[in-house]
């Protein structure tokens, strides 16, 4: 990725945008040092789908260089990233998701039903995300993850509902025709790699079950639910992080490491539903 200048420029561009959006809202913290009021989270799955790894890597840059810029920077920016980074990993992968090995990779086309489709690949995103937020603050002792956890996907699942298909149409109709994606930019070098069915159903199961296996844990096992009382800093749940550690690093291996399976990147289609 790092051998082609569009694919820097653009991973410059998606942490530019994702710093802008979150300026004007960065003194309006929902959670302090935690999660402030942030609609740009819904560029992070846009910039996976549309520029690939630059995408992830922007979103990552973002995230951590946002804490430190706003000054919320603290042990919870590791996992910010993280959960940023795979975010924007999963909706690249899910987007490239075959059914069938006859399949071949969806264009980026402005039409309901591909908007649709954005709609639901970024879904896991947002609870991949919520699970490192929620188990950083677990290790780290301060809010239970079930808090952290909740908060952060309700959060980033409205954003991304609300402004999802308006920017997905936006960088469809505008992006791609005058600028073309990642996969006309790398070629050879991801261009054509498809994601098969198995592979997509252990990201989704990975990525829902490392929200809810803790979350479970964290309820059924320790009686901390999200609207319960207690004290910052004096539960300790070992089991929570026993429940959530598998899944992430599921998650770390399937969105990082694995690569997909190898198919024929189409031609464009006609922009008609």
């Known amino acids: ?20 959006a979150r300026l004007p809202f960065f003194l309006v913290p929902i959670v302090p040092y935690h999660l402030d009021f942030n609609p740009g989270v819904a560029l992070i799955p846009l910039s996976g789908v549309f520029f690939g790894p630059a995408g992830a890597w922007g979103a990552a840059l973002a995230t951590g260089t946002g804490d430190l810029l706003y000054g919320i920077g603290s042990v919870m920016t590791p996992f910010r990233v993280i959960g940023s980074f795979l975010f924007a990993l999963a909706s690249k992968k899910l987007w490239s998701l075959c059914l069938t090995r006859s399949d071949l990779v ?12 954005y709609m639901v690949v970024l879904a896991p995103g947002c609870f991949i995300d919520a699970a490192w937020n929620g188990f950083g603050s677990a290790v780290n002792g301060l809010y239970p993850f079930t808090y952290i956890a909740g908060i952060v996907l309700v959060h980033h699942l409205l954003f991304c509902a609300v402004l999802g298909p308006v920017l997905y149409r936006f960088f469809a109709r505008e992006l ?21 069915f198995h592979n997509g159903a252990i990201i989704f199961i ?12 964290s309820g059924l096992v320790y009686g901390v639910w999200p609207f319960r009382h207690y004290y910052i800093g004096t539960i ?38």
């Open 1 to 20: 990725m790092w051998r082609h200048p569009k694919m820097v420029a653009w991973c410059l561009l998606t942490a530019v945008m994702i710093l802008i």
């Open 106 to 117: 969806p264009e980026m086309i402005p039409t309901w039903r591909r908007t649709m489709r």
């Open 176 to 196: 791609v025709p005058n600028f073309g994606h990642w996969r006309m930019i790398m070629h050879g070098e991801e261009q054509g790699f498809r994601l098969a």
């Open 206 to 217: 990975a990525a829902i079950g490392g929200w809810l296996a803790p979350f479970l844990v």
């Open 236 to 273: 300790v749940a070992p089991q929570v992080y026993l429940a959530a550690l598998p899944f992430l690093l599921a998650q770390i291996y399937t969105l990082a490491i694995a690569r997909g399976e190898a198919g024929h990147h189409p031609q464009p289609p006609p922009a008609t539903d």
